[in-house]
């Protein structure tokens, strides 16, 4: 098989690309690396079944004349500095791009997968979030680039379903953690774990009592495997429903890397959600799928990788 995954020199691409590396499939990684890191898929540039497109899929993409077997497109920026910084190309991404994606499925008569977000479902109202529920969504606010794009992208992958008979699915990523994070990205754990190791001052928004739900990259790996391979077209929630709140997990992480540094309460930011837990009762039904990797487990694994960084920047 030859697999395509746009964002593929992201965080969870490129951990998608060496999964389908292991599976025997021929890769074709496409990315700008506008957030990604070419360092992430450095070790498998000289693989003779992996090759690297550097390419915005926002505009038209030419894989030549060979067949394309699945489409992943995870490209997009994703975490709040990103999307923040980048608000155009994150609309394109997930309006373009994804209509571009969809036009090479179509042509190509391959499987489509698009790498949707719980942030379809706003600052939900309804608690554990269900693949049914519509979302609470601020479509003029600051975060409404990101959310509005990939409820988008959502509207579109099914309209190419319907309309062409492309062969698709949709995944609905809910927030998940593991190797490759940028120490900078702006989200909680990587966040938190860079400021510990540094002996920081530990930041967090509000009074801490938002909660998450934290899924190590090889669980939520396993899950779009899974799901790329069965007949259902309909949005599948992937995630850890092992809710915690902010503060509880900043104290894990500083009691994990046995920092000193203190916890510092700072104004919560625009339509920031306040809970975040997902339903997975149909990802368990359907593909018979739950996360294996402990919260502890998956952390002190992560916190090795962000250490080796913060060693190796130093020795730079």
């Not at 693989?47 to 926002?58: G, M, Q, T, W, Y």
């Not at 860079?194 to 990259?217: H, K, M």
């Not at 799928?289 to 990788?305: A, I, K, N, S």
Request: hydrophobic share 35%; charged share 25%.
């Amino acid at each position: 098989m030859r697999t395509l995954i746009t964002g593929g020199a992201g965080f969870i691409g490129s951990h998608l690309c060496e999964r389908f590396l292991a599976l025997g499939h021929e890769v074709v990684c496409v990315d700008n690396v506008i957030t990604g890191t070419l360092g992430n898929v450095e070790h498998l540039r000289h693989h003779d079944r992996f090759e690297f497109i550097r390419h915005d899929v926002s505009h038209p993409l030419d894989v030549g004349d060979g067949p394309i077997d699945n489409v992943l497109h995870f490209a997009s920026p994703a975490s709040p500095v990103d999307y923040l910084q980048y608000p155009i190309q994150t609309l394109k991404v997930g309006s373009l791009g994804t209509h571009n994606t969809l036009g090479l499925a179509k042509l190509k008569k391959a499987r489509y997968l698009l790498a949707s977000t719980s942030e379809v479902y706003g600052d939900p109202q309804e608690h554990p979030q269900r693949e049914e529920y519509w979302g609470h969504v601020n479509c003029v606010g600051t975060r409404g680039c990101y959310d509005e794009a990939k409820r988008f992208a959502e509207a579109m992958v099914m309209a190419y379903h319907r309309a062409h008979g492309v062969d698709t699915r949709i995944v609905r990523i809910f927030n998940t953690y593991g190797e490759r994070m940028r120490l900078d990205d702006g989200r909680a754990l990587p966040n938190f774990m860079g400021q510990a190791l540094r002996g920081e001052p530990i930041t967090v928004y509000g009074d801490g009592s938002q909660t998450r739900s934290f899924c190590y990259v090889s669980d939520l790996v396993d899950g779009i495997e899974k799901l790329l391979f069965t007949d259902s077209h309909e949005p599948v929630n992937l995630g850890n429903p092992d809710e915690v709140t902010i503060l509880e997990f900043a104290r894990e992480i500083l009691e994990l890397s046995g920092s000193k540094s203190p916890i510092v309460l700072k104004p919560l930011p625009q339509d920031d959600p306040k809970v975040r837990k997902p339903d997975i009762s149909r990802a368990r039904a359907l593909l018979g799928w739950q996360p294996r990797v402990g919260r502890r487990d998956g952390l002190q694994r992560t916190l090795r990788y962000f250490q080796n960084k913060i060693a190796g920047q130093a020795g730079s």
